[in-house]
C-alpha cells in the first residue's frame, strides 16, 4: 500500500520548483525473507528531489532510511518500484550517483591529493590534470596544506573530507550521503556540516542526506523527509523556508527552533513505536529462554 506524507509548507514553498526533478524514487518496496516471517523495511516511498535541491531524510533505527539509500544507490536490488534519473529508469550502481558513507574511506596508501584523485584516475584524467582538479576540491573541503599528507596524520573529520572531495571530483549529478558525520564529535558534526553548506552554496549540487540529527537536517536543508518506523514510510515533509547561506544567527533564530520542534514531535513519536518494539522482543524472548 503506498503510503501518502503529509507536508507542511512554508509561506514561500507555494511558487516551488516546478522543472522536472533530476531524482525520481518512485513506490519503493523492500521486503527482506519470504512468507508470514518477511518482514517489510520499506514501503510504497515515494518523492522527487530537484536540480540542486537539497532533501534530507531522518527517522527513527530501523525505519529503513539506509536501505532506501543503497536501494537509490543501486546497492540493493530485488526491490518493488523504481527510481529515475531525469525521467530514464535506473538499475544497479550509475555514474549520476556519487555515496559519501559513515565509514570514513580513505585508501591509508595514498596522500589527499591522490585520494581525491583516485576517481579521476580511474577515467583515464592524466596526472597533471587530475591532480589540478583535484586541488580544487581538496580547496573546497578546507584542506589545503594537506595535499601530501596520508590519512593516519589526520583527524577523523578531515579525512571524512577526503571522502566527500574524492566523490564531488568525480562531478556526480547527485550526492548521497548517508550518515557521513555521525561518527564525529558534536563540535566536528558542526563544523563540516557548515563546510557542506559551502559546497552546496558553490556548486547547486544536488544532494540527498540521510541523517537521525533534527538540527544536521534542518540545517542543510530545503526539504526535509520524515519517515515512520517499521515498516519505513514517509509521514511527513517539512519545506524549510529559511535564508541561505545559513549562518549562526540563522541557526540560532526561533524560525529554526521552531522546524526542530516539529520535526522532533514527529520523531518522538516513530522512536517511541521502535523502543517499545525493541522492548515486547526482548520480554519475548527472555520469555522462550
Known sequence: MHAHADVVKSPSSEGAKTDAPVLSVIDIVKRFGD?????????????????????????????????????????????GGHVAVDGASVAGTHAAFGMVFQDESAFPWRTVIDNVAFPLELAGVGKRERHDRARRFVSMVGLDGFERRYPAELSGGMRQRIAIARTLASQPRILLMDEPFAALDEQTRLLLGDKVLQIHQQLRQTTLLITHNITEAVQLSDRVIVMTYRPGRLKRTFDIDLPRPRTSAVVGSDAFGHYVAQIWNDLREEASRGMGDDESRRVGEAGRS
Open 35 to 79: 512468507g508470514a516471517d518477511a518482514l517489510v523495511a520499506v514501503d510504497g516511498v515515494s518523492f522527487d528531489v530537484s536540480e540542486g535541491e537539497f532533501v534530507s531524510i531522518i527517522g527513527p533505527s530501523g525505519c529503513g532510511k539506509s536501505t532506501l539509500f543503497n536501494i537509490i544507490g543501486g546497492l540493493v536490488a530485488d526491490y
